[in-house]
C-alpha cells in the first residue's frame, strides 16, 4: 500500500488531490501538512514515504529553499511539486533543484492522475514547457549547495532570518534562549559562507520565486 504525503496550506486543494489520489490509487494512505514545521515533521514521521505532493508556498516555506533542505535530509523521498506558479521558468527551475515532477494546480482530474501514476511508476512528469526552459543558473545552484549543510534547526532560523525576526522573536518563536539563537546564527553564516544575516538572507534569496523582491533583514551584533 503506497503512502503519499500532502503538504498545501489550502484545505480545499488538499481535498482535491485526496480525491485524484483515490481514484488512481484507491488503497493508498494519505498523509497531510499545512505548514512547513509540520511538514518536517510529517517526512520524519513517515521516512518511507513512496511520494510527497509539495506546494511551493506553504507558511514558512520561501521559493525552493524546502525543496533543496528536504532533498538533502531525505534523498529517498520522491518530491512533486504542486502549484499555482506556472511560468515555464519556475516549472524548471524546480526539476533543476531535484523535484521529480511539476504539476501545475489547473490541470484537470485526468492529466493529474496521469502525473501522478507516472512518477510512482519511476519516470518525471511535468508540462513540455518545463523541459524547454532555461536551467537555473549556476548561483542559484551554488546557493542550493550551500543550504544543504544546514541543520533543520539551522534551516528554520535562516527562514525567519529572512522574514526579518530579531534574534530575540526567533528565540521566542522556537522556545529556545536568544544566545542559542545567536550560536545558530553564527553556524549559518559559517555554512553559507557569508560575513553578516543580511548576505545569508541574499544568498537563501537565490531560491526565492521572484528573488528580486527579497528584503535584507535588520543587522544585530552577533
Not at 102 to 117: M, N, R
Not at 157 to 178: D, P, T, W
Request: glycine content about 6%.
Amino acid at each position: 500500500m503506497p503512502t503519499l504525503l500532502i503538504a498545501d496550506d489550502h484545505p480545499l486543494f488538499r481535498e482535491a488531490l485526496r480525491g485524484a489520489v483515490a481514484r488512481v490509487l484507491p488503497d493508498a494512505a494519505l498523509r497531510e501538512a499545512d505548514n512547513v514545521d509540520a511538514l518536517y515533521a510529517l517526512v520524519e514521521a513517515e521516512s518511507d514515504a513512496d511520494l510527497l505532493l509539495l506546494d511551493l508556498n506553504m507558511p514558512g516555506a520561501q521559493g525552493f529553499s524546502a525543496l533543496v533542505h528536504l532533498r538533502a535530509l531525505h534523498p529517498q523521498l520522491p518530491i512533486v511539486v504542486v502549484s499555482a506558479r506556472e511560468e515555464p521558468a519556475t516549472m524548471r527551475r524546480a526539476l533543476d533543484h531535484g523535484a521529480v515532477g511539476f504539476i501545475p494546480k489547473s490541470v484537470d482530474a485526468a492529466t493529474l492522475g496521469e502525473a501522478l501514476t507516472t512518477v510512482l511508476d519511476g519516470d518525471r512528469w511535468a508540462p513540455a514547457a518545463a523541459i524547454a526552459a532555461p536551467a537555473a543558473n549556476a548561483e542559484e545552484h551554488d546557493a542550493a549547495h550551500r543550504l544543504r549543510d544546514l541543520t533543520p534547526q539551522q534551516f528554520r532560523v535562516l527562514q525567519m532570518l529572512g522574514a526579518g525576526l530579531l534574534n530575540k522573536q526567533i528565540g521566542y518563536e522556537l522556545g529556545v534562549s536568544e544566545a542559542t539563537v545567536k550560536a545558530h546564527v553564527t553556524a549559518i553564516l559559517r555554512k553559507l559562507g557569508a560575513n553578516n544575516r543580511t548576505q545569508a538572507v541574499l544568498i537563501a534569496g537565490r531560491l526565492a520565486l521572484d528573488p528580486g523582491a527579497i528584503v535584507p533583514p535588520p543587522e544585530e551584533a552577533e
